[in-house]
């Protein structure tokens, strides 16, 4: 299988802590506008996001710049109903009005011909079709971090990217997304009235909440009628001080394995100076550098 190397960008299966979260929670949530449906998952990486789609659409083809990347899809990931292809998102190489739904996450912010790629997906979605994309809003990822994405050409602001899509497309809804460290409180004895949590577990099937196992349990009890209340509740902070205390952690460690790595590579070029320096030692020298172990202390 083709290898890709990762260079902190684009998202492997294999990567760990919160780019996990992030890319697989974009595809879980695309899952039920996919189910029977024509898909593109534009930008695809390495695959991963377009073999989950296949599981419930009619025909998932996922689209990437990266020959390499396409080339590894192919050989990982392999269904029926699923192809990759090598393209350019700007000059998409499809007829009209060919996908019923198009996904493109993170995709746009790597662009500078961000406008020629919207109406590439306009042209090639079905008139009833329709368009999920994602892309970090650069005044939270940004400039308030004060973080510069190498791999970013254009970061857009909010207000920037809702514009640009009301070019093309009428209708738009937002969503937000943000990894939180939070307390949830869910229903153990019934199913959820409105809206849904799935769960990704190790062999990436989408499993339900019930599969969750609670560590406290809550009970509302009465003689009578109980009040209503509602299914799901989630609480967190504003400040996401767990989250932030928990990136500081990565951040330390991250800077703290480099300065290891800069004593170990100073570690050996003095073994190597001290295995030079023994090796021009005569017999009678060297015999001499080795002391009783009685004289070890003196």
């Known amino acids: 299988m083709t290898e890709l190397e990762f260079t902190g960008e684009r998202f492997h299966p294999e990567c760990i802590r919160e780019m996990w979260y ?9 899952l039920p506008l996919a189910r029977g449906k024509q898909v593109l998952d534009l930008a695809c990486g390495e695959g991963y996001g377009s073999h989950l789609l296949s599981t419930v659409a009619e025909q998932v083809t996922g689209v990437d710049f990266d020959a390499q990347a396409i080339a590894h899809a192919q050989q990982r990931y392999q269904r029926d109903n699923l192809q990759y292809l090598q393209g350019d998102a700007s000059q998409l190489p499809f007829d009209d009005d060919t996908f019923e739904r198009v996904v493109s996450f993170e995709t746009i912010e790597h662009l500078q ?3 020629a790629m919207l109406k590439e997906i306009r042209r090639v979605l079905k008139p009833d079709g329709c368009l999920l994309i994602s892309s ?11 973080y510069q994405n190498p ?15 009301h070019k093309h497309f009428p209708q738009v809804r937002l969503w937000g997304q943000r990894l939180q460290f939070g ?11 409105r809206g849904d949590l799935q769960i990704l577990d190790a062999e990436k099937t989408v499993r339900p909440l019930a599969c969750l196992k609670p560590m406290y349990e809550l009970a509302l009890c009465g003689q009578e009628e109980l ?3 509602d299914d799901m509740h989630w609480f967190t902070d504003e400040e996401a001080s767990v989250y932030q205390h928990y990136d500081d952690e990565v951040r330390r460690n991250i800077a703290a394995g480099k300065v290891l790595k800069e004593y170990e590579a100073q570690l050996a070029s003095l073994r190597k100076q001290v295995e030079a320096l023994q090796a021009r ?17 003196a």
């Open 22 to 30: 992030e890319h697989w929670h974009r595809y879980v949530f695309a």
């Open 113 to 115: 011909a961000q406008e």
């Open 136 to 146: 970090p809003d650069k005044k939270h990822y940004s400039d308030e971090t004060g």
């Open 151 to 165: 791999y970013h050409v254009k970061e857009l602001y909010r207000e920037q990217f809702e514009q640009m899509l």
């Open 183 to 193: 307390s949830m409180i869910w229903p153990l004895d019934r199913a959820i009235d």
């Open 227 to 229: 009040p209503a209340m």
């Open 281 to 297: 030692l005569t017999p009678e020298q060297a015999r001499a550098q080795v002391r009783p172990w009685w004289k070890f202390w």
